[in-house]
């Protein structure tokens, strides 16, 4: 089994055989994508997965980070202290469950294979496709709802190789995240050039970082600019999911959720906390249910186009 610090040996060869076995239980895949870095992609990937691990329907949520040089989901999910662990089992690798949410969110990430957090993960491309299908094929989600896949910017490497791991999986989707500025848009195109020619669904587009929420008055300032991702989901055809504000409470939430200690039992026993404790009852929660309802409302759209056109 490939790990985080075997970088020493020989590259594994890439196959293109569907590399399906550990999804037979998820309904639903939801690739995180965008051309362009820095726009934001992991915060919303960590937000659309608490955002539907802690709604009133209570599904099951695992969250795939494949940004293998940049691995952040844990940190942001506040789970990358030492007691977080991935165990595996005769059926291959079980991911963490972030605590206090009873198993219905779970996450996997190179992050956590790593002895040395700080460690440079310095692979080539045939590493990273070989890593890549590994996740796909010998993580034990068991059964979820929905699989949130954070991915890295570009249309490369990476980009390929969880597109072929999931070719024999049909329930697939992606959603498109950007800012508002021009600059950004440009690449973003780009990503959804990559989805049309891989024939991978779109649900819609989230715009990053629309605006400044002063942490003073709760007063919004356009500082990228605004309306570019409406414009750009407008020009292809896509639902927009809504624009979300750069919020500095959310970082805050981010840096110090681990911090904090939370009961357990009656007994005293507490635990470190996590973005799942906190985030519910944030600004940023009520903003992004407007993203996540979209992004259900797509699903269903999609599921019932599927399903009529197989009568």
Not at 83 to 96: D, I, N
Not at 228 to 236: M, P
Request: hydrophobic share 45%.
């Amino acid at each position: 089994m490939t790990t985080a610090n075997s970088q020493a040996s020989a590259p594994v060869s890439v196959t293109t055989a569907p590399l399906t076995t550990g999804l037979a239980g998820v309904k639903n895949v939801v690739l995180v994508l965008s051309g362009k870095g820095g726009v934001g992609k992991s915060s919303c990937s960590t937000q659309l997965a608490v955002s539907l691990a802690t709604s009133a329907a209570r599904p099951t949520v695992g969250v795939l980070d494949i940004d293998l040089c940049g691995p952040s989901i844990p940190r942001m999910l506040g789970v990358d202290d030492a007691g977080a662990h991935v165990l595996t089992s005769s059926q291959g690798w079980v991911p963490y469950a972030v605590p206090g949410t009873g198993g219905r969110l779970k996450v996997m990430s190179i992050g956590l294979l790593m002895t040395n957090k700080d460690d440079a993960v310095v692979w080539r491309g045939p590493k990273k496709s070989a890593m890549i299908q590994q996740f796909i094929a010998d993580v034990c989600w068991g059964d979820l709802d929905y699989l949130v896949i954070d991915t890295p910017p570009g249309t490369s490497d990476e980009h390929l190789a969880i597109m072929e791991a999931l070719r024999g999986y049909e329930s697939k989707s992606a959603v498109i995240v950007t800012t508002p500025q021009a600059v950004a848009i440009s690449d973003v195109r780009k990503e959804i050039n990559f989805c049309q020619k891989v024939k991978l669904p779109m649900l819609g587009v989230v715009e990053n970082m629309s605006g400044f929420r002063c942490p003073h008055c709760a007063d919004c300032t356009d500082i990228f600019a605004s309306g570019g991702g409406a414009k750009l989901a407008e020009q292809f055809q896509l639902r927009f999911l809504g624009a979300l504000p750069i919020d500095p409470a959310f970082a805050q939430m981010v840096d110090s959720a681990p911090t904090q200690t939370v009961p357990v039992g009656e007994d005293g026993t507490t635990r470190p906390g996590n973005l799942a404790d906190v985030y519910p009852a944030s600004a940023m929660a009520k903003d992004f249910a407007q993203v996540r309802d979209g992004v259900l409302a797509a699903l269903a759209a999609k599921a019932a186009a599927a399903a009529a056109a197989g009568q």
